[in-house]
Protein backbone atom coordinates (compact mmCIF):
# COMPACT_ATOMS: atom_id res chain seq x y z
CA UNK A 1 0.00 0.00 0.00
CA UNK A 2 2.70 2.36 1.03
CA UNK A 3 3.77 2.37 -2.75
CA UNK A 4 0.62 2.38 -4.14
CA UNK A 5 -0.34 5.45 -1.71
CA UNK A 6 2.89 7.33 -2.72
CA UNK A 7 2.30 7.10 -6.57
CA UNK A 8 -1.13 8.60 -5.93
CA UNK A 9 -0.47 11.14 -4.11
CA UNK A 10 2.74 12.26 -6.34
CA UNK A 11 0.39 11.96 -8.96
CA UNK A 12 -2.44 14.19 -7.15
CA UNK A 13 0.78 16.48 -6.32
CA UNK A 14 2.04 16.96 -10.36
CA UNK A 15 -1.76 17.35 -11.93
CA UNK A 16 -2.47 20.61 -13.34
CA UNK A 17 -5.82 20.28 -13.39
CA UNK A 18 -8.52 18.51 -12.27
CA UNK A 19 -9.14 16.15 -15.30
CA UNK A 20 -5.20 15.07 -14.39
CA UNK A 21 -6.23 14.60 -10.23
CA UNK A 22 -9.39 12.54 -11.29
CA UNK A 23 -7.43 10.27 -13.81
CA UNK A 24 -5.01 9.74 -11.00
CA UNK A 25 -7.51 8.79 -8.62
CA UNK A 26 -9.26 6.05 -11.44
CA UNK A 27 -5.61 5.33 -12.07
CA UNK A 28 -5.44 4.06 -8.37
CA UNK A 29 -9.35 2.95 -8.23
CA UNK A 30 -8.37 0.68 -11.26
CA UNK A 31 -5.42 -0.68 -9.29
CA UNK A 32 -8.07 -2.05 -6.22
CA UNK A 33 -10.21 -3.86 -8.39
CA UNK A 34 -12.39 -0.67 -9.59
CA UNK A 35 -12.51 -0.28 -13.55
CA UNK A 36 -15.48 2.83 -12.89
CA UNK A 37 -15.52 5.33 -10.59
CA UNK A 38 -16.93 8.86 -9.86
CA UNK A 39 -16.72 12.03 -7.71
CA UNK A 40 -19.15 13.77 -6.90
CA UNK A 41 -19.22 17.34 -4.68
CA UNK A 42 -22.55 18.89 -3.42
CA UNK A 43 -21.78 23.11 -2.42
CA UNK A 44 -22.81 24.23 0.38
CA UNK A 45 -25.68 26.76 -1.28
CA UNK A 46 -27.74 28.04 -2.30
CA UNK A 47 -29.60 25.68 0.00
CA UNK A 48 -32.64 25.41 -2.40
CA UNK A 49 -31.73 23.71 -5.86
CA UNK A 50 -28.06 22.17 -4.50
CA UNK A 51 -24.92 23.08 -7.29
CA UNK A 52 -23.18 19.55 -7.78
CA UNK A 53 -19.85 18.56 -9.55
CA UNK A 54 -19.92 15.62 -10.95
CA UNK A 55 -16.79 13.85 -12.83
CA UNK A 56 -16.31 10.39 -13.72
CA UNK A 57 -15.49 7.93 -16.45
CA UNK A 58 -18.62 6.11 -17.15
CA UNK A 59 -19.43 5.54 -20.25
CA UNK A 60 -20.86 9.26 -21.69
CA UNK A 61 -24.38 7.94 -22.49
CA UNK A 62 -24.87 6.82 -18.81
CA UNK A 63 -24.00 10.29 -17.90
CA UNK A 64 -26.39 12.09 -20.27
CA UNK A 65 -28.88 10.12 -19.38
CA UNK A 66 -28.39 10.12 -15.55
CA UNK A 67 -28.69 14.05 -16.06
CA UNK A 68 -31.41 14.29 -18.14
CA UNK A 69 -33.53 11.76 -15.89
CA UNK A 70 -32.76 13.63 -12.92
CA UNK A 71 -31.63 10.61 -11.09
CA UNK A 72 -29.47 12.50 -8.77
CA UNK A 73 -32.20 14.02 -6.55
CA UNK A 74 -33.12 10.23 -6.03
CA UNK A 75 -29.98 8.23 -6.44
CA UNK A 76 -29.80 6.09 -3.02
CA UNK A 77 -26.23 6.60 -2.28
CA UNK A 78 -26.20 10.48 -2.89
CA UNK A 79 -29.24 10.59 -0.51
CA UNK A 80 -27.03 8.22 2.10
CA UNK A 81 -24.25 10.84 1.41
CA UNK A 82 -25.94 13.70 2.63
CA UNK A 83 -26.50 12.29 6.18
CA UNK A 84 -24.27 9.55 7.00
CA UNK A 85 -19.58 9.35 6.25
CA UNK A 86 -20.49 5.43 6.65
CA UNK A 87 -20.01 3.42 3.55
CA UNK A 88 -22.55 2.19 1.04
CA UNK A 89 -22.51 -1.08 -0.97
CA UNK A 90 -24.76 -1.24 -4.14
CA UNK A 91 -27.46 -4.09 -3.96
CA UNK A 92 -30.69 -4.42 -4.75
CA UNK A 93 -32.28 -3.31 -1.41
CA UNK A 94 -29.77 0.03 -1.43
CA UNK A 95 -31.71 0.70 -4.85
CA UNK A 96 -35.20 -0.38 -3.77
CA UNK A 97 -36.79 3.37 -3.57
CA UNK A 98 -35.25 3.73 -7.62
CA UNK A 99 -35.31 0.49 -8.93
CA UNK A 100 -35.30 2.20 -12.69
CA UNK A 101 -32.17 3.70 -12.17
CA UNK A 102 -30.54 0.43 -10.54
CA UNK A 103 -31.96 -1.27 -14.10
CA UNK A 104 -30.53 1.25 -16.68
CA UNK A 105 -27.59 1.68 -14.24
CA UNK A 106 -26.54 -2.03 -14.56
CA UNK A 107 -27.45 -2.10 -18.65
CA UNK A 108 -24.47 0.30 -18.63
CA UNK A 109 -21.90 -1.97 -16.74
CA UNK A 110 -22.54 -0.35 -13.47
CA UNK A 111 -23.47 -3.69 -11.58
CA UNK A 112 -20.87 -3.68 -8.23
CA UNK A 113 -20.00 -0.66 -6.60
CA UNK A 114 -19.32 0.92 -3.35
CA UNK A 115 -19.55 4.30 -2.07
CA UNK A 116 -18.20 6.50 0.87
CA UNK A 117 -18.81 10.44 1.55
CA UNK A 118 -16.91 13.22 3.03
CA UNK A 119 -17.76 16.38 4.63
CA UNK A 120 -15.40 19.33 4.04
CA UNK A 121 -15.11 21.77 6.66
CA UNK A 122 -16.27 24.59 4.21
CA UNK A 123 -19.70 22.51 4.70
CA UNK A 124 -19.52 20.62 1.02
CA UNK A 125 -20.26 17.14 0.85
CA UNK A 126 -17.73 15.16 -1.60
CA UNK A 127 -18.80 11.25 -2.51
CA UNK A 128 -16.06 8.90 -3.98
CA UNK A 129 -17.60 5.75 -5.75
CA UNK A 130 -15.76 2.61 -7.05
CA UNK A 131 -17.77 0.03 -9.22
CA UNK A 132 -17.09 -2.62 -11.65
CA UNK A 133 -19.25 -4.59 -14.56
CA UNK A 134 -18.26 -8.36 -12.98
CA UNK A 135 -17.64 -9.74 -9.89
CA UNK A 136 -19.24 -8.80 -7.16
CA UNK A 137 -17.70 -7.51 -4.10
CA UNK A 138 -17.44 -9.85 -1.29
CA UNK A 139 -17.46 -9.22 2.27
CA UNK A 140 -13.59 -10.51 2.67
CA UNK A 141 -12.34 -8.72 -0.32
CA UNK A 142 -13.65 -5.53 1.76
CA UNK A 143 -12.13 -6.36 5.04
CA UNK A 144 -9.01 -6.89 2.87
CA UNK A 145 -8.72 -3.43 0.78
CA UNK A 146 -10.85 -1.13 3.45
CA UNK A 147 -7.53 1.31 4.34
CA UNK A 148 -6.70 1.68 1.02
CA UNK A 149 -10.27 2.31 -0.13
CA UNK A 150 -11.01 4.51 2.81
CA UNK A 151 -7.41 6.11 2.08
CA UNK A 152 -8.50 6.44 -1.45
CA UNK A 153 -11.74 8.24 -0.57
CA UNK A 154 -9.99 10.98 2.08
CA UNK A 155 -7.36 11.71 -1.02
CA UNK A 156 -9.70 12.13 -3.34
CA UNK A 157 -12.04 14.13 -1.52
CA UNK A 158 -9.02 16.48 -0.21
CA UNK A 159 -7.69 16.92 -4.24
CA UNK A 160 -10.76 16.80 -5.75
CA UNK A 161 -12.57 19.54 -4.23
CA UNK A 162 -9.79 21.48 -3.58
CA UNK A 163 -9.99 22.29 -7.40
CA UNK A 164 -13.58 22.36 -7.43
CA UNK A 165 -13.53 24.74 -4.98
CA UNK A 166 -11.13 27.28 -6.64
CA UNK A 167 -13.97 28.10 -9.41
CA UNK A 168 -17.18 27.43 -7.37
CA UNK A 169 -20.39 28.37 -9.28
CA UNK A 170 -22.75 30.85 -7.92
CA UNK A 171 -22.05 33.62 -5.67
CA UNK A 172 -18.46 34.55 -4.60
CA UNK A 173 -18.32 35.11 -0.89
CA UNK A 174 -15.97 37.49 0.75
CA UNK A 175 -14.28 37.11 3.59
CA UNK A 176 -15.27 38.05 6.93
CA UNK A 177 -13.36 39.34 9.58
CA UNK A 178 -12.78 38.21 13.26
CA UNK A 179 -15.25 40.25 14.53
CA UNK A 180 -18.15 39.67 11.54
CA UNK A 181 -17.79 35.97 12.71
CA UNK A 182 -18.47 36.49 16.00
CA UNK A 183 -20.91 38.30 15.48
CA UNK A 184 -22.28 35.99 13.23
CA UNK A 185 -21.66 33.45 16.57
CA UNK A 186 -23.16 35.09 18.94
CA UNK A 187 -26.19 35.63 16.35
CA UNK A 188 -26.97 32.44 15.62
CA UNK A 189 -26.93 31.82 19.70
CA UNK A 190 -30.27 33.88 19.43
CA UNK A 191 -28.42 37.16 20.47
CA UNK A 192 -29.32 40.55 19.84
CA UNK A 193 -27.40 43.40 19.11
CA UNK A 194 -27.79 44.59 22.39
CA UNK A 195 -26.52 41.36 24.20
CA UNK A 196 -24.22 40.61 21.91
CA UNK A 197 -22.54 44.38 22.86
CA UNK A 198 -22.81 43.14 26.45
CA UNK A 199 -21.20 40.26 26.17
CA UNK A 200 -18.12 41.90 23.92
CA UNK A 201 -18.22 44.97 25.77
CA UNK A 202 -18.64 47.00 22.97
CA UNK A 203 -21.69 49.30 21.84
CA UNK A 204 -25.09 48.39 19.53
CA UNK A 205 -24.01 50.79 17.44
CA UNK A 206 -20.63 49.02 16.41
CA UNK A 207 -22.30 45.73 16.75
CA UNK A 208 -24.57 46.67 14.01
CA UNK A 209 -22.04 48.14 11.96
CA UNK A 210 -20.16 44.59 11.61
CA UNK A 211 -23.01 42.33 11.60
CA UNK A 212 -24.62 44.75 8.18
CA UNK A 213 -21.27 44.15 6.72
CA UNK A 214 -21.01 40.23 7.47
CA UNK A 215 -24.92 40.49 5.70
CA UNK A 216 -23.29 41.77 2.42
CA UNK A 217 -20.22 39.04 2.74
CA UNK A 218 -22.15 36.63 2.69
CA UNK A 219 -24.89 37.89 -0.01
CA UNK A 220 -28.24 37.56 2.51
CA UNK A 221 -30.93 39.93 2.65
CA UNK A 222 -31.60 39.80 6.61
CA UNK A 223 -29.41 38.94 9.84
CA UNK A 224 -30.76 35.29 9.72
CA UNK A 225 -30.37 34.63 6.12
CA UNK A 226 -26.78 35.58 6.61
CA UNK A 227 -26.32 33.39 10.10
CA UNK A 228 -27.41 30.52 7.88
CA UNK A 229 -25.37 30.69 5.07
CA UNK A 230 -22.27 31.38 7.53
CA UNK A 231 -23.09 27.97 9.41
CA UNK A 232 -23.76 26.05 6.22
CA UNK A 233 -20.36 27.06 4.91
CA UNK A 234 -18.65 26.28 8.05
CA UNK A 235 -17.58 29.69 8.62
CA UNK A 236 -18.89 29.48 12.80
CA UNK A 237 -17.05 26.73 13.48
Not at 138 to 151: C, D
Not at 210 to 232: D, F, I, L, V, Y
Request: overall charge positive; glycine content about 8%.
Amino acid sequence: MERWGGALLQALHDSACIEQAFDAVADAAQQLGFDLCAYGYQFPLPFTRKRCYLISNYDPCWRERYKEAGYLRIDPTVLHARRSLEPVLWNDATFGPAAQLWDEARSFGLRHGWAQACFGPEGGVGLLTLARDVEPLTMSELRAKEMPMRFLVNVAHGALSSWVLRFPPGLQLERLTPREREVLRWAADGKTSNDTARLLSSSPHTIEFHMKNATRKMGAGSRPAATARAAATGLLR
